[in-house]
């Protein structure tokens, strides 16, 4: 089923509140008139105590006034106050009714102010209890205080008022109930997909927003699910469009049937959908898209055969909300990198957004123009993330190595700023390096290699172009350098090499070796300090890569 659609929006379902509250705020007024005129009769008008009486009931119906103000700022679903509010109202009407005459009053027809606005405001159902109170009360008054010995006038000449009653409340109710049912089909073409009867990307990108700001202020977690569907395009060049949006149709179908009542299932465009998870942390949210990725995996459909693996699948990107988020964009956008990453490493899989961004920028956070700066830089490393399963975790341990080695060799704070800055840019340049060279599963050709040894140039290139990181561009150059002087890409040698390049080619190096790459054998942590001890002098500082063995076996 789908979640249920308010048949107004926030806005306009406000200002019809603020309407009938005026209304019956003016009712309520027009109902003190009888209770003055009472007060009038009985005391002569240059009485004192009429005066008296008169500012009591003027100053009750005040504090009445502002009560009922107090209730309709209150939530408007509260259903307490909603019960109050109305008894309120009809405990004034009899009281007037009372002392107007009773059974004789000419007043008894006040009860269709709040039959008329409360059917409106709430439904049939609620009308017709009003009109029912209403009937028994001025009923029993006819009964009780009416000439019961003979024909009881009042009571005959009520019923046709009664009969008002109800008629009123059934007929603007009925009259509602085919409004609401309107409006509510009206905005079922606007929000849900016709194709899949999923909500659609209008609907998705209202809700997610709207979602997005409560969490902010209430700190309540929120999750959000991107699903691609894999080999989709093939499915539809084999079997035709006709077949393809059955299969989404069935596919829509199996998602729903996996999601909680309160998750909102959103046809994103063409063969992606969104979740979005209200009060879903982010564990919660994985083992849903991976519930989720198995449904529609071991889903058995026509023609699987012709697809990669003879299985549809989908690929599911997770983001949650946090509170560094600055708006409702980022919270996609997050999703929308998780899902990149998955589509490149070999689908049918979850991933969840995670980015060492998010502590670069806890080093330099008073520096907002940095910040900026640095953030166009983001996109480029996740481009270049997802062309490389390496690189894409590359980064992140050799940034936390840094960390280790920073505290290990009490480096200052502007120098472990800029060593982390360094060792979160340094393979910047390879987004100019093919696919092809990037993700090769033999050993690398002349060429490729070649290739490849050009992305410290290029990384000092694009960092050099950038104000504030000038103290950086050495350090992403030099990473390859080896201390005897036969790196690259300038063959420096010795202390020709910036101090903190030298502790980044050592963390680069060991992170290299004990990590599956095409061109090399995987070493352990043991076999790695092996090779580092054996290229003391050659390949790394000799004091550095003993303080980096040190650091690494310390913790």
Known sequence: MLKSIPSLNNERRGQIRTVFFTLKILALFFSAMPILEYFYQKYNISNIYSIYYI???????TMLMFFLMFIF???EENKVYQVLEIVIFILVFIISIYVSGANESNNKYMFLFIIISYTIEYGMTTGLIIAGVATG?????DILLGNNANINIQFQSDLALFAMFFLVAWTIGYYVKLEQLHIKNLINYANIDGLTGAFNHRYFYDTIENLFEESRKTNDPLSLLMIDLDYFKKYNDVYGHSKGDELLKNITNILRKNLRDNDILCRYGGDEFCIILKGTNKKQACNIADRLRKAVYNYDYLGKESLNNEKVSVSIGVSSYCSQMRNYKELIERADMALYRAKFLRRNKVEVYSSIFDKV?????PNTNLLEDIKPLETLITVINSRDIYTYKHVERVFN????????LKLSSEDKKILLYAAYLHDLGKINTSKETLITSTRLTQDQWEELKKHPQDSADILSQIK???KVVPIVLQHHEKYDGSGYPNGLKGEEINYLARILTVVDSFDAMTNL???QKTKTFEEAFEEIERCKGTHFDPIIADKFMEALKSI
């Open 137 to 141: 009360v001025i009923s029993t008054m």
């Open 468 to 470: 504030g990181f000038e």
């Open 55 to 61: 500012g009591v009931i003027l100053i009750i119906f």
């Open 401 to 408: 190595y840094c960390i280790i080695m920073a505290d290990h």
């Open 361 to 365: 920028i806890e080093i330099d956070s």
């Open 73 to 75: 700022n209150r939530n």
């Open 517 to 519: 790459r095409p061109y």
